[in-house]
Every structure is written in structure tokens, then in C-alpha cells.
């Protein structure tokens, strides 16, 4: 079975930075992917950000505001949110796709941290 624990959410002016952490633990053979998805009041879950094979892609939303880094060695994913908008409040869930040693390949998700920007 493989846990997510998400840290680094909360509340913070326009303009602000977070950071935001995931740790995958558990029967991983492999990570094969992580990111950060949101889901704001009345939205759709969205991607905001993801690395794969050391390959970052972002959501056009954040492009230059947002970075993503990955910790293999801890199986941890960051993401670090600059120049924040209060239209990035949302929920965010953390994202992997990781290769079980007894299961396979299965994609997981954390329990989601509350990202709130005031204006």
C-alpha cells in the first residue's frame, strides 16, 4: 500500500509564496510520476504541475510563478508557488503514479491542503 502526506498549505496575501510537499512511502518499487492537481470553489480538478522523467510540464496559469522538483531519494515532490493570485485558492492534491512491488503500476492521490490568497 502506498501513503501520501501533503504539507505546506494555508493562508496567504496576493503576491505571497507556499510551498507546498508530498512524501509517497510504502510498497514502491518505483515513482514513475508526481504532481500537483487543484480543484478551487465551483472548478474542475485541474493539473497545475507535473515531472516525469525529470520532465516538468506546467498549466499555462502558472507558468513562471510555479516550480516543481522532485526528491527521488525521498520520494517527495515540491511545489514552489511565487507571486501568488487569489485566483490560485484551491485545494491542492498531490499526484503520483508509481510502480507497486505487489500490485503494479497504480496511481494515487493525497488527501488535498487548502491553498487560500486574499487580495
Known amino acids: 500500500q502506498v501513503q501520501l502526506v501533503e504539507s505546506g498549505g494555508g493562508l496567504v496575501q496576493a503576491g505571497g509564496s507556499l510551498r507546498l510537499s508530498c512524501a509517497a512511502s510504502?510498497?514502491?518499487?518505483?515513482?514513475?510520476?508526481m504532481g500537483w492537481y487543484r480543484q478551487g470553489p465551483g472548478k474542475q480538478r485541474e493539473l497545475v504541475a507535473n515531472?516525469?522523467?525529470?520532465?516538468?510540464n506546467y498549466a499555462d496559469s502558472v507558468k513562471g510563478r510555479c516550480t516543481i522538483s522532485r526528491d527521488d531519494a525521498k520520494n517527495t515532490v515540491y511545489l514552489q508557488m511565487n507571486s501568488l493570485k487569489p485566483e490560485d485558492t484551491a485545494v491542492y492534491y498531490c499526484?503520483?503514479?508509481?510502480?507497486?512491488?505487489?500490485?503494479?503500476?497504480?496511481?494515487?492521490w493525497g488527501q488535498g491542503t487548502q491553498v487560500t490568497v486574499s487580495s
Open positions: 515531472i516525469i522523467s525529470g520532465v516538468t
Open positions: 510504502g510498497s514502491i518499487f518505483s515513482v514513475n510520476a
Open positions: 499526484y503520483t503514479q508509481v510502480t507497486d512491488k505487489y500490485t503494479g503500476i497504480r496511481s494515487h
